[in-house]
């Protein structure tokens, strides 16, 4: 089988929309790499969970796990506020400071059984919600969401888990190296991105991922199975702290040059380790 890159960043976000943990290695399970999504936070006035898309305060916190999560449910993180304070993830005080930072009642959760539906509720979504989370412009296209899980269209994750759509995603450089020829005053840091693996395809501007769409590939141990474009949100434009700047030109790249996408959303296929330099080959 031809390599047709190397692992070069993995990340792993314990808390939905705050920025994550740069790993030399890790586990991916059934759901992912372990302890990736392991808590998110929740709009307590209609009980839904949400993420960066609609609280990009978010965005301006950091988490990192200081026990390493083996299985549910996994240990609290650390979350760093904007000011520079740290309290846990399960702390008396981390709900009131983060309802401070977003203005809106909201409260941090584990995970919870898949049985506690409710829990996984959304709203129901009309295209205006729809543009305002995509943040999309006038005349801009919005996604496709009939390309992802049914499931998705009653339940903000699939019940038990806190992805937005499948358990990995994945961006190369070759894709990064194409948005930057495209938009070439922009700061295309993999940060904005948030994907749990960067892999290393080379510095040639090609959208390269795309070719591996309906296609398994093999990391370390494990093998994934590419199933679907990841289109891209306002998560992308907004400020992370004094790490990334806002930019609303990175999305009208995004949507003008690439057909609206960036990477790809993965199921595992196979679990196992996963390392830094490990090659990256095409099963299927």
Not at 185 to 194: E, H, N, P, Q, V
């Amino acid at each position: 089988m031809a390599v047709i890159g190397t692992v070069k960043e993995i990340w792993r976000y314990p808390v939905k929309s705050m920025r994550g943990e740069r790993l030399d290695q890790c586990m991916i399970g059934d759901k992912g790499l372990v302890g990736d999504r392991g808590w998110a936070v929740r709009d307590d006035t209609v009980r839904e969970i949400r993420s960066g898309r609609t609280m990009p305060g978010l965005l301006d916190c950091s988490a990192t796990y200081l026990t390493e999560p083996r299985d549910e449910p996994y240990p609290a993180a650390m979350i760093t506020l904007p000011d520079g304070t740290q309290l846990a993830s399960d702390s008396g005080e981390i709900n009131g400071r983060l309802s401070e930072l977003v203005g809106k009642p909201v409260s941090v959760w584990p995970i919870v059984p898949p049985e506690d539906a409710e829990h996984y509720r959304r709203l129901p979504v009309d295209e205006e919600s729809l543009r305002r989370e995509f943040a999309r412009e006038p005349g801009e296209p919005i996604p496709d969401l009939n390309q992802f899980p049914e499931i998705l269209m009653k339940y903000v994750s699939v019940p038990g888990t806190y992805f937005d759509v499948t358990p990995v995603q994945l961006l190369t450089t070759s894709s990064l190296a194409f948005m930057r020829s495209r938009n070439p005053d922009a700061d295309w840091s993999t940060l904005r991105f948030r994907p749990n693996i960067l892999i290393d395809t080379g510095e040639d501007p090609e959208l390269i991922e795309n070719t591996w769409l309906g296609k398994t590939i093999r990391l370390g141990e494990a093998e994934l199975a590419c199933d679907a474009p990841s289109p891209r949100c306002a998560i992308t434009i907004h400020s992370q702290g004094d790490v990334i700047a806002r930019d609303p030109s990175i999305l009208r790249t995004i949507v003008k040059d690439a057909d609206q996408n960036l990477g790809l959303y993965c199921n595992v296929g196979t679990t196992g380790v996963i390392r830094i330099g490990d090659e990256i080959t095409l099963v299927t």
